[in-house]
C-alpha cells in the first residue's frame, strides 16, 4: 500500500439491490460505481465532476464509512475503508451542501459544540473554533439562534462550519455551494482556498455541479458518469485535450420540433458533439467539431434545411465542453429518470 | 451547558471516548425531552398519563374484588404497574433513536462520520427519558400511598436491594431498546413497532400485573427469561419488606439469588445486545440504508 496518498481506490464498485415496488422479491440491481480507479494526492483540492446520479455522493459515501463497496478497495491516508473506519473518522469530516438536517431546538452554538464533543475537543478549543469559524461565514451574530429558525442557506452554512471544527485532515465536501447565494458561495469557496493554502497536507474532496467553481477551485478533477472515471487531469489538461478541435457557438432560425435533429447533425462526418437548445426565436447549437473545416458542412447542412444564421462565435474550450465530449451531454440537463432518484 | 462543560472537561471524560459518547448523548437527549414549550404539556405527559392508566387498573380492580385495597395482591398490581412504567419509557426511550435520527433529525448520517460510540451514544440518549420514567415512577407510588394507603414507608425501604435491582434492572431495559434499535437499523423498516409486542410480552409474562403462578405450568418458564421479572421481584420485595405477598414461583429463591440471577441476565444482554448492534451497523453500510427512510 502506498501511504503517500490521501485517496486511493482500485476498481471500486458499488451495486445497490432495489426491490421492487410491492416486495415481490424481484430485486433489481443498480450500478452505482462501476470500476472506479482514482488517485488523490496529500494537499490537493480535487473535484469530482458529474451528472445526477454519477455515484460521486456514493463514493463519498465509501469513502466516509458511511457504506461498504461491494467490490474494489478504497484507502484514505493509507487506511482501509472497510477496516480502519475508527481512525479515519478520527480524520475527516463530511459536509453535504442542501442538508436540511440538524436538532432544530438545538441553536448553531449547541449543535457546534456537541459535534466537537464528538470529536473529543475540550471547551475552550472548542469554542474558540465554533467563533473563528462562524465568524468566517459571517454568522457569529447568530450563534444563539435554534437552528430551527434557520434559512437553508444559514443552516448549510452552520454545517459548513461543522466540517472545520475538527480541525480535520480531509474533508469531503458533496456541492458544498448549493443554494447559496453568490457571495456566500464566493466566502465558502475563498475559505477552502485559504484553508488548504495554510496547511499543504490537507486534502479536500469536492463535488460540484458548478463548470465554474470546478475550474476556480480544484487542482485536479475527475469526470464521471455512470459509475466511471472517465478522465481525471488538471482543469487545464482536460481543456488542452480540445485544443485541437474547434470549438463553435451558432445560433440559427428556429429548427422546429424534429426529434432526431441532433444525430442528424452528429452524423456529418467530423462533428464529433453537438448539443442543441430550443430558444423562444432561434435555436442554439453548441458545435465540438474535428477540425474547422467541418462547419462548412454543418452550415450548408443547416441552409438545406431551410434555416437561416444568426450568428457564428468560435470560442475556447471550457470544462463545459470537455464534459460534453466525454459525457455526451450537458450537465444541467436532467438526466436523473433515467438513473433513478437519488437520495444522497 | 456551562455544567456540562465542566463535566466533559474531566480527564477522565476527555480520555473515554465512551464516556464522551454516553454523556453527550445525554446531555442532547435531555435538551430534546425537557423541550416542551409548555410545562404544563410536560406534566401532563410524565405524571397525569401514568397515574391515569393506573388508576383505570385500580378501578377494574375495586370493582372487582368489591374494594379490597387492603389485601396485599392490591399492592403487589399496583406496584407492578407503576414500575412498568419504566419498562417502557427505557426501551422506547432508547429503541426510537435510530428512527428519531435517520428520519425525523437525519443527523445519522453526520453522527457516523464522527468518531463517538454509537452503543454509549444510543444507551445516553436513553436516559433523559428514563429519568422522565422515573420521576413517573416515584409520584406514582406516592399516590398509591397517600390515596390507597400503600404499606411503604421511606425507613422500611431496603433501599440497597431496591437501588441495585432498578440499576441492573434499567440497564438491563436499555439492552433490549438497543437490540430493538440495532434490528431497526438493518432492516431500515419499522421494527420498533415489534418493541411494543416485546413491551406487551413482558407485561403479561414478568409477573407486573399477576404472579407466574398465575399462567399455565407451561408458560411460566417464559417469565424466567426476562430481566424484568427478577427485577420487578426485588423492586417489590425492598418496597414493601415484609408485607410483600409471596407467590411459590419465586418465594424460593433469597433476595441474593434473585439479584444474582438479574446480574448475570444483564450481563449477557450487555453482551448479545453490543454484538448485535455492530452486526447491524456492518449490515447498514452493506446495504446502504444509513440514510434510507422508512415509508410510513
Ligand atoms: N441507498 C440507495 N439505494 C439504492 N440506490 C441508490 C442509493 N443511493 C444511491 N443510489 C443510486 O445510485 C446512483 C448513484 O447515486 P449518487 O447519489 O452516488 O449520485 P450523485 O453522482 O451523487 O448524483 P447527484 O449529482 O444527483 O447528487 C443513482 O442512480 C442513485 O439512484
Ligand atoms: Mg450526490
Known amino acids: 500500500m502506498q501511504p503517500d496518498y490521501a485517496i486511493e481506490t482500485k476498481d471500486l464498485g458499488r451495486i445497490y439491490k432495489i426491490r421492487g415496488p410491492k416486495h415481490k422479491g424481484d430485486a433489481k440491481e443498480l450500478i452505482a460505481l462501476n470500476g472506479a480507479t482514482l488517485q488523490v494526492e496529500r494537499g490537493e483540492l480535487f473535484g469530482l465532476l458529474g451528472p445526477n446520479g454519477a455515484g460521486k455522493t456514493t463514493l463519498i459515501k465509501i469513502l466516509s464509512t458511511l457504506l461498504l463497496p461491494t467490490s474494489g478497495s478504497a484507502f484514505v491516508e493509507g487506511m482501509d475503508v472497510t477496516r480502519d473506519v475508527q481512525e479515519i473518522r478520527r480524520r475527516i469530516t463530511v459536509v453535504s451542501g442542501g442538508e436540511t438536517s440538524g ?14 464533543r464528538f470529536y473529543g475537543l475540550d471547551s475552550a478549543t472548542a469554542r474558540r473554533r465554533i467563533d473563528d469559524l462562524l465568524n468566517v461565514v459571517g454568522i457569529l451574530d447568530r450563534k444563539r439562534t435554534k437552528i430551527s429558525d434557520l434559512s437553508t442557506g444559514l443552516r448549510q452554512k452552520m454545517n459548513f462550519v461543522r466540517g472545520f471544527i475538527s480541525d480535520p485532515s480531509m474533508v469531503f465536501l458533496d456541492e458544498p455551494t448549493l443554494g447559496l447565494d453568490v457571495t456566500a458561495a464566493r466566502e465558502v469557496r475563498n475559505f477552502v482556498k485559504e484553508w488548504l493554502r495554510n496547511n499543504t497536507s490537507r486534502t479536500i474532496l469536492l ?25 481525471c487531469d488538471t482543469p487545464e489538461n482536460l481543456k488542452r485535450r480540445l485544443q485541437r478541435e474547434a470549438v463553435f457557438n451558432l445560433k440559427v432560425g428556429r429548427l422546429g420540433h424534429k426529434p432526431d435533429k441532433s444525430a442528424m447533425i452528429e452524423s456529418i462526418s467530423g462533428v464529433q458533439q453537438v448539443t442543441v437548445s430550443e430558444q423562444n426565436d432561434h435555436t442554439e447549437l453548441n458545435l465540438i467539431l474535428a477540425e474547422e473545416s467541418v462547419l462548412g458542412s454543418v452550415l450548408s447542412h443547416l441552409t438545406q434545411r431551410g434555416s437561416n444564421l444568426i450568428s457564428l462565435e468560435k470560442r475556447e474550450p471550457t470544462l463545459e465542453d470537455v464534459f460534453i465530449q466525454l459525457v455526451g451531454r450537458r450537465l444541467d440537463e436532467d438526466t436523473s429518470h433515467t438513473t433513478g432518484g437519488d437520495n444522497g | ?115 463517538m460510540n454509537g452503543y454509549f451514544y444510543l444507551m445516553g440518549r436513553g436516559v433523559a427519558r428514563m429519568l422522565v420514567g422515573l420521576v413517573s415512577l416515584v409520584i406514582t407510588i406516592g399516590f398509591g400511598v397517600i390515596a390507597f394507603r400503600l404499606p411503604i414507608t421511606l425507613a422500611g425501604i431496603n ?127 452493506e446495504r446502504g440504508v444509513f440514510d434510507m427512510e422508512t415509508s410510513h
Open chain 1, 103 to 116: 436538532y432544530g431546538l438545538l441553536t448553531i452554538e449547541e449543535n457546534l459544540w456537541m459535534f466537537a
Open chain 1, 207 to 231: 463535488t460540484t455541479h458548478y463548470m465554474a467553481e470546478a475550474d476556480e477551485l480544484c487542482d485536479r478533477l475527475a469526470i464521471v458518469d455512470r459509475g466511471r472515471v472517465l478522465a
Open chain 2, 1 to 115: 451547558m456551562s455544567m456540562m462543560q465542566r463535566v466533559m472537561d474531566t480527564p477522565l471524560v476527555r480520555r473515554s471516548n465512551a464516556l464522551r459518547s454516553f454523556l453527550t448523548a445525554a446531555w442532547l437527549g435531555w435538551q430534546i425531552e425537557s423541550n416542551w414549550a409548555d410545562p404544563f404539556l410536560f406534566a401532563v405527559y410524565s405524571i397525569a398519563r401514568p397515574v391515569g392508566s393506573i388508576l383505570i387498573l385500580v378501578m377494574m380492580y375495586t370493582v372487582i374484588t368489591n374494594g379490597a385495597t387492603q389485601e396485599p395482591i392490591f399492592a403487589y398490581i399496583y406496584l407492578g404497574n407503576a414500575l412498568y412504567i419504566l419498562v417502557g419509557q427505557v426501551i422506547s426511550g432508547v429503541s426510537w433513536v435510530i428512527i428519531d435520527d435517520r428520519e425525523h433529525y437525519r443527523t445519522l448520517r453526520q453522527l457516523h462520520t464522527t468518531p
Open chain 2, 159 to 285: 433501599w440497597p436491594l431496591f437501588i441495585a435491582s432498578t440499576v441492573l434492572g434499567i440497564i438491563s431495559l436499555a439492552t433490549i431498546g438497543l437490540i430493538i434499535g440495532s434490528i431497526t437499523l438493518m432492516l431500515a423498516r419499522h421494527f420498533w413497532s415489534v418493541g411494543d409486542a416485546i413491551s406487551g410480552a413482558l407485561y403479561l409474562f414478568s409477573g407486573a400485573i399477576f404472579p407466574l403462578d398465575i399462567l399455565p405450568a407451561v408458560l411460566r418458564p417464559v417469565g424466567f427469561i426476562f430481566p424484568v421479572t427478577y427485577w420487578l421481584e426485588l423492586a417489590r420485595r425492598a418496597l414493601l419488606g415484609p408485607s410483600h405477598p409471596t407467590f411459590p414461583t419465586l418465594a424460593a429463591y433469597s433476595n441474593e439469588h434473585l439479584l444474582l440471577i438479574l446480574a448475570v441476565i444483564s450481563a449477557v444482554l450487555v453482551g448479545f445486545s453490543g454484538y448485535i448492534y455492530n452486526r447491524a451497523l456492518h449490515l447498514a453500510k
